[in-house]
């Protein structure tokens, strides 16, 4: 596990040194080949500079900004060769994209982010602030850069990695069903998927990750990004829309413009609940909190007929947070105003628990089938420094990615869908704890305390009406 994966030829600039930015430098360190002295992390704060000093990494302590982003990151790159690796908040991601293609370096984010006022307080429309028109502005980029430099886009756990397991999930679904399959091309994929019979996928997410000390109220806390979880958990619940659905749900839109793979709901995603299933705990709550995978996957495993979408999955995610996260929430959902105080569990401070992150797939042959990363922070402490589980999934889905762009230095604009996931998978793999796959027989309507009234189809189990709890 102490390979050295790939080379990065010329400069190395990480933007953000946050929880993940923290996870991922000893990764790089261990697995990428480097000039020490061409790598910058951009990082305002100071309170981590220590680390920085004792990696010997130059610190560049200032924000980017839409004033000087361009300057800062020209004068990092004097050749024009390199990478930028944005794990910030705050930082235009389309913006980055752009430049790094006039500059000629490869560029990897984990998100699409927006300069700040997109998140809170803007003008804009609810259906102006979903991922739907962030995502169709840098796929309508990425045709103005065909075999320009690779820029991997929303490539950490989820978004990112969790596109690789789908693929494994279906190869495995294929295989237990006796369905033959040697998909190539994304129109193969497609259509195995549709063999296969899936009517939807969950981005089926289980936090267990406990502190030793009771989070104390009026503090936010979560086990990676505060802002992070805020800025999607407060934009609408989106999702990737399904050829099987029959009706919109309520406070549902469909977009009135691009391809229309996705719809949004008039809520907030972190108040959105959907009935879901992960191993260990078996059936739970999830929020269906907006995510690019929620969008690229029902995109990628569209079936077509001319201009007519014949097959489509609905995608999305099913997050159930750490306990202190669902608290936080809740806390802030009746106050109706954002906590004052934020904090992040580092892996010291968590005491059991870890990350179960997968696809669950649903409505196939067999049921439902959960497909996933099982990572305890205990394992994550033991293979890394600086992470609990959930950083370590998405550390180590970000130097996969890296890997993969080093390799392939000329892709133009990518999504993890459309990367190679069996040689990202082995970069990773020995950072997910088990990769376990668990079928159920579980479906939305099989479980309840009581009986009240509920809009059920129980002639379609899965129909997203079953799954979503108003
Ligand atoms: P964090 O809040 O811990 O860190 C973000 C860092 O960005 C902070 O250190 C902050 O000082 C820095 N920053 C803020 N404004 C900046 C600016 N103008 N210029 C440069 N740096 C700035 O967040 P994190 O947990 O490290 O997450 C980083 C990013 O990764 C977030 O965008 C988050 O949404 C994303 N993320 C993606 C996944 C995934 O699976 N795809 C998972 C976790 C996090």
């Known amino acids: 596990t102490q390979a050295v994966h790939a080379r990065i030829d010329g400069a190395l600039v990480m933007i953000g040194f946050g929880s993940i930015g923290r996870g991922t430098l000893p990764l790089i360190e261990r697995h990428i080949g480097f000039d ?155 259509a195995l998927m549709q063999t296969l019979g899936v009517k939807g996928i969950h981005i089926a997410e289980r936090d267990t990750q406990v502190s030793a000390r009771a989070k104390p109220p009026g503090v936010f806390v979560n086990t990676w990004s505060v802002d992070g979880l805020l800025s999607e958990g407060y934009q609408p619940a989106e999702l990737g829309w399904g050829t099987h659905e029959k009706a919109l749900p309520p406070q549902g839109h469909a977009f009135d413009h691009g391809p229309g793979y996705a719809i949004w709901i008039d809520r907030p995603g972190a108040d959105t609940r959907v009935r879901s299933w992960c191993p260990d705990v078996g059936p739970q709550f999830g929020f269906v ?34 306990n202190d996260a669902i608290l936080s929430l809740h806390e802030i959902n009746g106050a109706g105003k954002l906590a004052e105080a934020q904090h992040i569990l580092t ?70 869908d459309e990367m190679d996931h069996v040689r990202c998978l082995d970069v990773q793999r020995p950072y997910l704890g088990r990769i376990e796959c668990h079928y159920t027989d579980w479906t939305p309507l099989s479980h309840r305390i009581n009986r009240f009234a509920e809009d059920r189809d129980e002639d379609d189990p899965w129909q997203f009406s079953n799954f979503l709890a108003v």
């Open 36 to 190: 020490r002295d061409r790598f910058t992390v951009i990082e305002p704060s100071g309170d981590f500079a220590h680390i920085l000093r004792d990696h010997g990494i130059r610190h560049l302590q200032c924000a980017l900004t839409p004033d000087n982003y361009a300057d800062v990151l020209r004068s990092l790159f004097p050749e024009g060769r390199g990478m930028i690796v944005n794990l910030s908040v705050d930082v235009d991601s389309i913006e980055l994209m752009k430049l790094a293609q006039e500059m000629g370096v490869q560029y990897l984010d984990t998100v699409v982010e927006p300069w700040p006022g997109f998140y809170f307080g803007s003008p804009l429309p609810n259906a102006d602030r979903t991922n739907y028109p962030l995502r169709e502005k840098v796929r309508a980029l990425g045709k103005a850069y065909v075999g320009g430099p690779t820029a991997v886009s929303c490539c950490g756990a989820n978004p990112g990695m969790v596109s690789w397991l789908l693929k494994e999930a279906l190869l495995r679904l294929a295989l237990d069903t006796g369905v033959a399959a040697n998909p190539v091309g994304r129109e193969d994929w497609a």
């Open 289 to 322: 909190i907006t995510h690019n995978e929620a969008l690229s996957i029902p995109d990628y495993y569209t079936v077509w007929e001319g201009d007519r979408a014949v097959y489509r999955p609905t995608c999305h995610y099913a997050y159930h947070p750490s």
């Open 347 to 416: 892996v010291d401070e968590i005491v059991a628990g870890g990350d179960d992150l997968g696809v669950l797939l649903y409505g196939h042959a067999k049921g439902a089938m959960w497909y996933g990363s099982r990572l305890s922070c205990d394992e994550a402490r033991r293979l890394a420094p600086y992470q609990n589980a959930t950083g370590m999934q998405v550390t180590s889905a970000v130097l996969a990615a890296m890997v993969w762009a080093a390799e392939n230095p000329r892709a133009g604009f990518v999504e993890a």
